[in-house]
């Protein structure tokens, strides 16, 4: 699959790359749902009953702050901090840029590669373009980016 957005030296992002990058996201995402949640202490004190009225709207409320991290950063540029830091670029198959829509089926998608104990994640050691189960239903893939080359002083 070409990406005609994509740089001639960029190819599919390895998995222990895309790892990575998901750890770096993971602690700035944990931090940014620590604030969210820190919304809700008026309401539910130091710690939410699962039996409160208001509990299942708390917990779609964090989903939300995550899908809104993740989807912003793909969105504006097609990287978060994680994927900045290992070079990685998220390109939509078509060479346009990202939507919406496909902002949420990999969201979701990613969430379900997760549950299945990481399965959505190892079927790209599988793919010969190195594509999860979230790249496959969102037509998305992660590409490694060159290096960026040092400027003569």
């Known amino acids: 699959m070409a990406v005609a957005n994509s740089s001639p030296s960029a ?3 390895h998995l222990l790359r895309r790892l990575a990058a998901i750890l770096y996201d993971g602690l700035l995402l944990v931090a940014v749902e620590m604030l969210a949640a820190a919304l809700w202490l008026p309401i539910f004190g130091d710690h939410p009953p699962a039996s ?3 509990y299942h709207l708390y917990q779609a409320f964090l989903l939300l702050v995550a899908f809104a ?3 912003g950063f793909w969105l504006r540029g097609g990287q978060t901090l994680g994927m900045r ?8 198959s078509t060479g346009g840029p990202l939507s919406l829509r496909q902002s949420l089926i990999r969201f979701g998608i990613a ?11 190892l079927w790209s050691l599988l793919d010969p373009q190195r594509r999860t189960w979230h790249d496959l239903a969102s037509g998305t893939m992660v590409l490694l980016e060159a290096k960026p080359t040092k400027q003569a002083r």
């Not at 969430?111 to 994640?121: D, K």
């Open 85 to 92: 830091a290992w070079r990685l670029r998220l390109h939509s």
């Open 69 to 71: 991290f993740f989807a």
């Open 111 to 121: 969430i379900l590669s997760w549950l299945v104990i990481g399965l959505g994640f």
């Open 11 to 13: 190819r599919p992002a």
């Open 52 to 54: 409160h009225p208001l």
